[in-house]
């Protein structure tokens, strides 16, 4: 007869024990809280609160604070970038498909009654502080929204919808930079019309 140690129980229980929540809907609320409060304001606490599972399982899934913050940003990523990027790419008029993601973020934002911005450029901001992994994930993921502009711009630019005066990836890069300083103005100065004619202004300059 083998006799098991109080530790080989437990090992064998928790290992054949189904886990009692969803991973993925544990991302989406961690995705959540990192998202209003920033990675450093958030605690283990917050997580487990916001989670609703305990910290041993938090850490037994994800690690620790940092890898479940690299799971919330590829989240992200799915959720929205690949959105974006997936009708971006669809519309056969670049300028089109500018204009018509450059209104709809700015709805996004004046909609976003907690006033949390967008979780990338919270990202950003915050860079400092993040490990290495979280800012390549972080500008991977902005890369990927810059090369959707560049690919619209292009297009526009072949279809004589813009004039081929700047080189498209620059044109890009500025309405990667336009689209970070919008999401942090609409934070503090939520002004419908005033956003609207600041994308107004950028449209017209691509011109």
Known sequence: MIILSKEQIFKRITMTRPKEFNPDEVVDKAMNTFWQKGFEATSINDLVDSTGINKASLYNTFGNKEKLFHSAIDR?????????????????????????????????????????GCFLTNSCIESTI?????????????????????????????????????????????LINMMQGLRVLSKVIPDRERLKTVIDITIESLK
């Open 130 to 174: 993040l490990d290495e992994e979280s800012k390549r994930r972080v500008s991977e993921s902005l890369s990927t929204m810059k090369n959707s502009f560049r690919r619209a711009i292009t297009r526009a630019q072949e279809s004589g919808e813009l004039s081929k005066k700047w080189d498209p990836d620059d044109m890009a890069f500025y």
């Open 76 to 116: 992200y990523f799915q959720r929205f970038v690949t959105t974006a990027v997936y009708q971006m790419d669809q519309e056969s008029s670049g300028l089109t498909a500018i204009t018509a993601f450059l209104y709809s973020a700015g709805e996004m934002a004046m909609n976003d009654d907690i006033k949390k």
